[in-house]
């Protein structure tokens, strides 16, 4: 009977716990740094509503890389060895360096900034890019008709600002 009652599969699909991790991107680093063997620096670091992967580096074997993944849904995973690649900067840097009370603002000061047709960003970057420069991040706005990227120092103070 159409309208009785309603099934299983017309529930709305269930909601990740507790604020996205761009709304409160400090539980990624609470969630992360007890189960990364200490001390380590990251390589990289992208963070999404409602997962993150960290790739780090162990200083005392400068050539052992391990990425770990977190999901709202599972929490952290193991870790999986990583190949390095000479083309990919791999100098580490602490996670201390950044300031994650600051993504929501970058979030969106970001999309304000570039003022994109339907412009939306839905993940932040964290690293040293491809040339190995100061530490930073970058967020990636895709729009309707042209997309661009705003990239912040790691206290979160904005740098630049370029439309493709």
Same mark, same amino acid.
């Given at each position: 009977?159409?309208?009785?009652?309603?099934?299983?599969?017309?529930?709305?699909?269930?909601?990740?716990?507790?604020? *996205?991790?761009?709304?409160?991107?400090?539980?990624?680093?609470?969630?992360?740094?007890?189960?990364? !063997?200490?001390?380590?620096?990251?390589?990289?670091?992208?963070?999404?509503?409602?997962?993150?992967?960290?790739? %780090?580096?162990?200083? &005392?074997?400068?050539?052992?890389?391990?990425?770990?993944?977190?999901?709202?849904?599972?929490? %952290?995973?193991?870790?999986?060895?990583?190949?390095?690649?000479? %083309?990919?900067?791999?100098?580490?840097?602490?996670?201390?360096?950044?300031?994650? *009370?600051? %993504?929501?603002?970058?979030?969106?000061?970001?999309?304000?900034?570039?003022?994109?047709?339907?412009?939306?960003?839905?993940?932040?970057?964290?690293? &040293?890019?491809?040339?190995?420069?100061?530490? &930073?991040?970058?967020?990636?706005?895709?729009?309707?008709?042209?997309?661009? *990227?705003?990239?912040?120092? !790691?206290?979160?103070?904005?740098?630049?600002?370029?439309?493709?």
């Amino acid at each position: 009977l159409a309208g009785a009652g309603g099934s299983a599969s017309s529930a709305p699909p269930a909601k990740a716990k507790g604020p *996205s991790y761009l709304e409160e991107a400090s539980q990624v680093v609470a969630a992360c740094k007890p189960k990364i !063997p200490a001390p380590f620096l990251v390589t990289e670091l992208t963070i999404s509503p409602t997962s993150a992967s960290i790739e %780090v580096q162990d200083p &005392r074997q400068k050539d052992t890389y391990d990425e770990y993944h977190l999901s709202k849904d599972t929490g %952290v995973g193991e870790p999986q060895p990583q190949q390095v690649f000479s %083309v990919t900067c791999k100098k580490g840097f602490s996670i201390d360096e950044a300031d994650f *009370s600051q %993504v929501p603002v970058m979030m969106k000061d970001a999309v304000a900034r570039l003022n994109l047709e339907d412009g939306e960003a839905d993940s932040i970057h964290l690293s &040293r890019g491809v040339f190995c420069k100061e530490p &930073r991040w970058m967020i990636f706005v895709d729009g309707k008709r042209k997309d661009g *990227s705003v990239e912040y120092d !790691p206290k979160g103070k904005f740098r630049n600002a370029k439309v493709m």
